[in-house]
């Protein structure tokens, strides 16, 4: 099979080229290296089935050829991070939209399946005000802060996302899937964007204090790039997965501060705890959400998604990368 990866160079969609070469697919990845790195592919760089187009999506010239050649596209290039959504909002936006845009209208051209990555940031705000806690699913509304919070730029640049490839689906009959993707990690990910399981870990392995923003007490739940690339390629498999939105991720839940704890004691870290105010750390404009945690259900049903890899998993190959 021939399958296009843009953003291939970045986290989550190194991995997703180092499968598929090792599944005897022939990989095509465009990206322009803005957040993405050769260094991510070094394993599978010079290997006679992949072909790298260091490009943007934005150029439709570029993306018309690709999209002509292969057989599925995984559509993982984005503006991702935090850091960067508040540093570059107009970047973050315009890169989300338009990339998009660009993508699905190729797509169509040719009818070709493809996978929209989303973020769990579209729920923004809805599990802090979800009755009876429980987990965020695909259909439950969305709750996000007013636009003078720059925060909410990124989760509504990518519900756009979401709204323009279901639009393709049910107007031009495009086998489009969209998942929503909850913080995954992984050796190779890097915290220059905001990550935080990797800033941590480098700052426990120097010794020096890891800067926990706010109380420490919102909690997120944190998968790893393994589980995630496998459920990736599962429902590009699954045609009954066309046409859905689908959360991926875990549903073990934890504090920032218990993870700073946590990484401490693993690295046997001299390093402290420090809480710095949002503001200082982000500027004006910014807001969080408490609770982020998501219902797996429909990932389950469609392809037996169950995540492997547990916290304590993903901290041990992170603090492994990184002492290498």
Not at 179 to 196: A, I, K
Not at 258 to 276: C, F, N, R
Request: hydrophobic residues 40%; negative net charge; aromatic residues 8%.
């Amino acid at each position: 099979m021939k399958v296009l990866i843009t953003g291939g160079a970045g986290f989550i969609g190194s991995y997703l080229s180092e499968e598929h070469i090792k599944r005897g697919d022939e990989v095509y990845i465009i990206d322009n290296l803005s957040t993405g790195s050769l260094k991510n592919i070094e394993k599978i760089r010079f290997d006679k089935n992949l072909h790298l187009v260091t490009d943007s999506v934005l150029n439709e010239g570029v993306m018309n050829e690709l999209v002509g050649k292969c057989d599925v596209i995984y559509h993982m290039a984005a503006a991702v991070g935090v850091k960067l959504i508040m540093e570059n909002p107009v970047e973050t936006i315009e890169t989300n939209v338009r990339g998009t845009e660009v993508v699905l209208k190729m797509a169509n051209l040719f009818k070709k399946k493809i996978i929209v990555a989303s973020t769990s940031e579209v729920y923004g705000k809805a599990m802090d005000i979800k009755e009876g806690g429980g987990s965020l699913s695909e259909g439950d509304d969305l709750l996000l802060g007013p636009t003078s919070k720059r925060r909410w730029a990124y989760a509504c640049s990518k519900a756009v996302d979401e709204f323009l490839a279901l639009a393709y689906y049910d107007e031009k009959g495009l086998p489009v899937t969209i998942v929503r993707l909850f913080n995954t990690v992984g050796p190779r990910q890097t915290g220059r964007y905001g990550m935080v399981i990797p800033t941590f870990v480098k700052s426990a392995l120097l010794g020096k204090a890891l800067s926990v923003f706010g109380d420490g007490n919102q909690s997120r739940c944190f998968s790893h790039v393994n589980d995630v690339v496998g459920a990736l390629m599962g429902l590009m498999d699954c045609d009954d997965a066309v046409g859905e939105i689908v959360n991926i991720g875990s549903s073990d839940e934890i504090t920032i501060n218990d993870l700073a704890q946590k990484i401490i004691d693993y690295t046997k870290s001299k390093s402290v705890i420090e809480h710095i105010p949002y503001e200082k750390a982000y500027g004006k404009g910014f807001e969080d959400m408490q609770q982020r945690r998501p219902d797996l259900a429909k990932v389950k049903g469609l392809i037996g998604y169950v995540p492997e890899n547990k916290i304590d998993d993903i901290i041990k190959d992170v603090v492994e990368f990184y002492e290498k």
